[in-house]
């Protein structure tokens, strides 16, 4: 049961072992190059989400809404201090005793901050967009198909991204089997519901917050994507009473 999202959960790990431990090795150009490429790719990616809709004045209104609640509720900055808790209790004594080794490498607040910008960023990129949706809610039905795509994906996004931010992109994983995981379950009640201009305006409002993703890898705008999560409720919401 649950294969799909399961599937996805253990490439994350798997492409987050590998590139921390690949990262390590490459220059720091390789790394710069490969961040670059990420936002790129990302804001290629958000172009084809956002104009998926017809209802794009009612997804603009949802992601402004969104970023109000979330900034209200400060859900980036939650997310930024269970990153940084998670750090502190996946690391423990052995990073402070690597920093104290060897200062010259990274300061203690600079790791933290890149851990938790891993994860942050990682979940975001593996949790928004229609394909988690979907494809979880056709996970909770039976057919994985879609979810094992998105794992093949997502595993190797993983080592991308753990070459550059390290392994705070493998708590990714517990994000993704916890929003797949509880869309799966609910999968025989969402079937049906979520009707096509709803999935549109879905994928349209996660096009957005992508495309926020996109301009902080490539180092434009440090944009609080995780605080316009709310929008990707709104978005379909919105379309369902007044598309």
């Not at 492409?15 to 790394?31: H, S, V």
């Not at 909770?140 to 392994?167: I, N, Q, T």
């Amino acid at each position: 049961m649950f294969v799909g999202t399961l599937t996805n959960v253990a490439t994350v790990v798997a492409g987050t072992a590998a590139g921390a431990l690949a990262g390590r090795r490459f220059p720091e150009r390789f790394r710069e190059t490969v961040t670059a490429t990420l936002g790129l790719l990302t804001a290629a990616l958000a172009v084809r989400e956002v104009i998926k809709t017809d209802e794009f004045a009612l997804v603009l209104a949802a992601v402004l809404a969104g970023a109000v609640i979330g900034e209200l509720a400060r859900i980036e900055s939650g997310l930024t201090r269970l990153g940084d808790a998670l750090q502190r209790r996946v690391s423990g004594r052995r990073a402070v005793a690597i920093d104290v080794a060897a200062p010259e490498t990274a300061s203690p607040p600079d790791r933290g901050s890149r851990f938790s910008e891993g994860f942050v960023v990682a979940s975001l990129v593996f949790c928004v967009g229609p394909l988690a949706v979907v494809g979880s809610i056709q996970d909770g039905l039976g057919d994985p198909e879609m979810l094992l795509v998105k794992a093949a994906l997502d595993g190797f996004a993983s080592l991308a991204f753990a070459s550059v931010y390290g392994w705070g992109v493998g708590l990714a994983a517990f994000s993704v089997g916890l929003y797949q995981g509880a869309i799966a379950l609910g999968g025989r009640f969402l079937d049906g519901v979520l009707t096509d201009p709803m999935l549109a305006a879905l994928a349209s409002a996660g096009g957005v917050l992508l495309l926020g993703i996109s301009l902080r890898l490539l180092g434009l705008k440090e944009v609080r994507v995780a605080n316009l999560l709310p929008a990707v409720v709104l978005a379909p919401l919105f379309v369902h009473l007044w598309g």
